[in-house]
């Protein structure tokens, strides 16, 4: 297997302790990383990138979560009509601020 350029992750909202609250999940987290994915496809980035689905990463208030190593780029509040626009970004190495914390 090739060194991947980026990792995605995308919160799925799984607890394996507490109460799970699926905020994520329940704000379209299936569909963002079905996106995710159809972007690295279409961009023909699958040797790339890759994209997993996250338990909860503790951050349900921002949900949905997506984070993007190596660059270290965290991103709340994603909707799947921001994914195009955050690929394009990750693609010229620029991040998309508005939607960083
Ligand atoms: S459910 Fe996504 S951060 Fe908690």
Redesign the pocket.
């Known amino acids: 297997m090739e060194k991947l350029k980026h990792h995605i992750f995308v919160?799925?909202?799984a607890?394996l302790v507490g109460e799970n609250?699926?905020?994520?999940?329940q704000k379209g987290?299936v569909d963002i990383i079905q996106a995710f994915n159809e972007e690295v496809q279409d961009r023909g980035l699958d040797g790339d990138i890759m994209v997993t689905s996250t338990g909860?990463?503790?951050?349900?208030s921002?949900?949905?979560?997506v984070i993007i190593y190596p660059d270290q780029t965290w991103y709340g509040k994603v909707s799947v009509d921001d994914v195009e626009e955050i690929m394009d970004a990750l693609e010229q190495g620029e991040t998309v601020e508005r939607l960083t914390f």
């Open positions: 919160c799925g909202s607890r609250k699926g905020f994520c999940l987290g909860c990463l503790g951050l349900c921002k949900g949905p979560v």
